[in-house]
């Protein structure tokens, strides 16, 4: 049954970030469960003469520093030594991009070394020999990787079985089948005037989880309709969508057959 725990190891100089990120919700319970089990390494603690320097002036010149290479080096060295099996990743906005099929690939590995990147880069040596993957959350700039690395954990820890519960279950998400998900109401019934829609209280099943695809279709195709183009519908949703079709043209007509009425009466 066990698919094996996974193992994350995060490389930081500020390894203190990630201490309540470990203490909380999901990951704390993916912990206890011994589905993940996760550590940090402090590079510093790999920096060499009295002042533990990670970092150094760019050659050429030019403005910031860089990681030095050495104790990085060592700091994946001890990981991988600790966890032979792990991919490296290098947490970088010149990585290519994450999203919902590289956490789900992510999560099928054994383990992850997530290098955390601070000041302009890390020294282009470590990159080429001592990193396996270089991975960016998005395009927008972050002050390091640290909290990319955060998003990278939480995306693929949720998605190892047996963390979520059976109801909610990482398969139903909304991404997994891009779609938006459907709106959410709970107590009470009138809430500052606004009410929680009639079929919700009616007890129809059947009722209920139509309208529930239907709402995801219409806010996929108002929010986000690039989601919707790379995605094959199904039956049942291209009936819903049809459906919608219909009914515009049935107002569009009775529109037309209204404004041409006004034009005749003009003339
Ligand atoms: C951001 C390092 C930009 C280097 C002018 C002066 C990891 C990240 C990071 C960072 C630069 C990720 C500049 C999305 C991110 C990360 C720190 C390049 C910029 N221009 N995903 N300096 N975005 N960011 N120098 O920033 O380490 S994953």
Not at 21 to 32: L, V
Not at 37 to 54: C, E, L, M, W, Y
Not at 71 to 94: C, D, E, F, G, N
Request: with cysteine.
């Amino acid at each position: 049954m066990s698919e094996g725990k996974m193992n994350f190891i995060v490389l930081t100089i500020f390894p203190e970030m990630f201490n309540s990120f470990w203490a909380h919700g999901i990951i704390r319970k993916a912990i206890e469960l011994d589905k993940i089990s996760v550590s940090t390494i402090n590079i510093r603690d790999f920096a060499k003469g009295r002042h533990k320097v990670t970092d150094d002036r760019p050659y050429g010149g030019g403005c910031g520093m860089v990681m030095k290479p050495e104790p990085l080096a060592a700091a994946i060295r001890a990981s991988v030594a600790r966890a032979p099996y792990s991919r490296r990743i290098l947490l970088t906005p010149q990585g290519r991009v994450f999203d919902q099929s590289v956490a789900r690939e992510f999560a099928s590995l054994q383990g992850l070394i997530l290098v955390c990147g601070r000041y302009e880069g890390v020294d282009e040596r470590i990159c080429d020999d001592f990193i396996d993957d270089e991975i960016s959350i998005g395009d927008y700039v972050l002050t390091g990787g640290e909290s990319a690395a955060m998003v990278v954990i939480d995306a693929a820890t949720r998605l190892i079985p047996g963390v979520l519960g059976g109801l909610e279950s990482a398969e139903k998400d909304s991404f997994s089948r891009n779609l938006l998900e459907h709106a959410h109401y709970t107590r009470p019934r009138t809430f500052e005037g606004a009410e929680v829609p009639e079929v919700l209280l009616s007890g129809n099943h059947k009722e209920i989880e139509k309208w529930r695809l239907e709402t995801s279709l219409i806010r996929t195709f108002l929010k986000r309709k690039d989601l919707m183009k790379d995605r094959s519908l199904n039956r049942r949703e291209i009936e819903i969508m049809k459906k919608w079709c219909l009914d515009i043209e049935e107002i569009i007509h009775a529109q037309s057959v209204r404004s041409s009425d006004s034009l005749s009466g003009d003339q």
